[in-house]
């Protein structure tokens, strides 16, 4: 799809900021690419919260996979909240297209930043929320000067760039100190996690702060289907969530 064609490629409502009830977001890394727009919709019947699009540039991470066209395909597919999740090197090269896909958030990593702060004031003059991930063995200490402009922060609990790999126990104390820094932020903004989020890994994830949960590879091998999946997880995130 040209540039031109998404431009105007309208938005869903967004989901409100700050913790609270346990969101799930999908992510389409796994999802079958041949009918892509369906799974959408199906993601939406089965109760999710959110779409993540995983946005590699096979320099960054070691994968490519899909670009903004592919993002405003799908766009009237479904009413959920979009987020173009940039695992990109240059990211600020590109937002303007993956808000024009109709993202409602774009999620820049600190570490593909030259200069951070530059690149989250972009993203806010789009008019769309604005995200910062770190990697997992990259301290908090690198958005200390930016928490005035972040509404998400993405923790990574794997290493990015592939699909199906298992969660990092070690950075349920990484949460558990962002959650802490979190309150005391000028602004509302809520905790992700992406990465190896599964039945037996969310309820840690949970307790230890986050109120977002990027669901890969879990939602489509789950024996009760995707809306088990759903069910089965935001069951044991609430769970543990209130025992905290």
Known sequence: MPNDEIRDTPRSPELPLGPGAPKLIASVLNADLDRLSEVCGEMEQAGLDGIQWDVMDGRFVPNLTMGPATIAACRKATSLPFEAHLMIEEPERSIEQYAAAGCEYIIVHVEACRHLHRVLDAISSLD?????????????????????????????????????????????????????????????????????????????????????????????????????????????????????
Not at 151 to 166: A, E, I, K, R, Y
Not at 213 to 241: P, Q, W, Y
């Open 128 to 244: 769309v929320r604005v995200g910062v991930a770190l990697n997992p063995a990259t301290p908090l200490e690198a958005i200390a000067h930016v928490t005035d402009l972040i509404d998400v922060l993405l923790l990574m609990t794997v290493n990015p760039g592939f699909g199906g790999q298992s969660y990092i126990e070690s950075m349920k104390s990484k949460i558990r100190t962002a959650r802490d820094l979190m309150s005391r932020w000028p602004d509302e903004a809520h905790l992700e996690v992406d990465g190896g989020i599964s039945p037996s890994t969310i309820a840690g994830a949970a307790s230890a702060g986050a109120d977002w949960f990027v669901i890969g590879s879990a939602l489509f091998k789950h024996e009760g289907g995707m809306e088990g999946a759903v069910n089965h997880m935001r069951a044991e995130a609430s769970r543990a969530a209130l025992d905290s």
